[in-house]
């Protein structure tokens, strides 16, 4: 009953710091925190029974990292394997030095540097991922290299806790023992891990899926995930890889889309509990009585973690500011610190005042991570205008792909995904000229190899953009999955050339309004174009015939242009008419064999007496004709490109 009583307390505390973060416009981590801090047994003390809360918290880092495995795949974990290996290596192995050096100097023996090193440099997997997910860029190049960078630190928890005993002079043999365990507990859920993807989970999850149960397949996906955190767990390994495995195991199969509706409302839930289980382990007398070292020392971790952090994304090859995004955002004390901090004093190692000063530094530092994530694109453009080294700003892979073709009239391409990858396929077809930037170089490397004109860099330095010539091209699509990023390039690709056509993809339709201020022609939100596929599937199955489904879809993306169009800076782009002629437009169409156009000319088709038509130019072959004349003789293949009244179909005379 009493933890029935403290669970309830938690809960109304969170929705209350849900609320009152809303309204000052912060990051509800920060909310949780704090009002654990005010709930827990040095605030106000309304929660008593913490063990069991920091339990229910614990499945809550459990639920995040199977959440993050979930939309995740074993392709995209491959991608990482640089940020992992190179990347996550740096980071700790750098700030562990430097942390270590200046405990030294403060007065620790080598052994207490050497493991207060390790410890401050973990960073906290739950708040960073969950900074990440609220704003979209989880899926970005600096989101990739920090989760590669928190797998790693995930896994080198438990080498760092076998080594406690080791450098307290306590362990005899048993440690190395105990790594050697591990190995072979690594080993065997590698193995393990591999026969339930390839054919344990996709059997179990086919055959409850078949039950049509909900409640069924919800039981499935938990014993799933807790199974396999529970084998790690038994390995050696933490229970939040293993519930990283699990989603990644499941995210492979047809049901992740599935498990991730039934998982997210009690992730949520968890998540909740966890940080303010992490507020509540701060002891608020220390705090006050070392006000000063808790200061001091909180600063210098936000300086410290970030610096090395940057450095070793700048050598995974990002370009700087990525880079620095990555670095601010491992910036903090992570919760596995405070764990790694306990088995020291176990082992004798550390001392309990060095514990809370751990623990009240880690706290701060996670309180202050949201504010120093959010300041990250800032901290970025000011460092950018330091007269580094190109290959620092720029990043190192530049010089590897070469000087960019002379590319005139075309179309540019930001970010060479799924979207990009098809627009550039789709302009080689018609015989578009065009050119793409990309930031992730295996991607570029992939790119090279297929003959795409693919070129590595960072859009958001105009060096980049100039470096493909963004002041000639026609049209510049910008379809990146880091939305900061995405208003810088916009900014600069509208400066650098006032008069293309500039194409923006975001993921929200609330993102529309910026983009469009920062001088966007047009914004694809997914957000409407998938509720348009929906409903118009949806219809299709309700046999609304496809005339009428078409105009639904024509009518509200008319309706979304219309928003849209209040929403973009006033007067038109360059590339538009410079007058305003209502109810008119400019279309193209290519003529078939069966045209009733074929073989007369211009002035025998009628177009312009007929139906208020005007033929502006003909493409035929390579070659595009302006201003016609009327005895000009059109052929099958012909492509018109034609100015007039809203309402006339071409498809009758095409």
Known sequence: MDLLIDVTIIFAVAVVAVLVSHRLNV????????????????????????????????????????????????????????????????????????????????????????????????SSTAVVLDLLQKRGELDSPHGRTVLGALIFQDIAVVPIMLAAPLLAGTAGGSALDGLAEVGLGVAAVGIASYVAYRWVVPWLLHRIAMTGSREAFLLGVLVICVAIALLTHEAGLSLALGAFLAGLIISESEYSHQAVSVILPFRDAFMSLFFVSIGMLLDVQYLLANPLRIALLTLGILLIKPIMAAFAALLVGLPMRNAVLAGVSLGQIGEFSLVLATAGVAAGLLGADVFQTVLDTAVAS?????????????????????????????????????????????????GFGVTGHNIACAAESAGVPYAAIEINADVVRRGTAEGHHIHYGDATSEAILRHVNADRARAIVVVINDPAAARRVTQLARRVAPDAYLVVRSRYVRETEALHALGADEVIADELEISIEIFARVLARFLVPREDIERFMSESRAEWRDMARTLAPAGPAAHDLRVEVPDLATRSFRLSATSPLAGHSIAESGLRAGHGVSILAVKRGGTTIGNPHGAFVLEPGDVLFVFGPNEWDPAHVA
């Open 27 to 122: 990051p509800s981590t920060v909310g949780f925190l704090i009002a654990g801090i005010l709930a827990g047994p040095d605030g106000l003390g309304l929660v008593r029974m913490s063990e069991q809360v920091d339990l229910l918290a614990e499945i809550g880092i459990v639920l995040l990292m199977f959440m993050i495995g979930l939309e995740f795949s074993l392709s995209g974990l491959a991608e990482i394997r640089r940020p992992f290996l190179l990347g996550g290596s740096v980071q700790m192995l750098g700030t562990a030095a430097v942390v270590g050096l200046g405990t030294y100097i403060l007065g620790s023996t080598l052994a207490q540097s050497a493991y207060l090193g390790l410890v401050v440099s973990l």
């Open 366 to 414: 996670m309180i202050f991570a949201p504010v120093l994530v959010a300041a990250g694109p800032g901290i970025a453009d000011l460092l950018a205008r330091l007269p580094l080294p190109a290959r620092v700003r720029e990043g190192v892979g530049i010089a590897r792909i070469g000087s960019a073709h002379l590319y005139n009239d075309h179309v540019l391409l930001v």
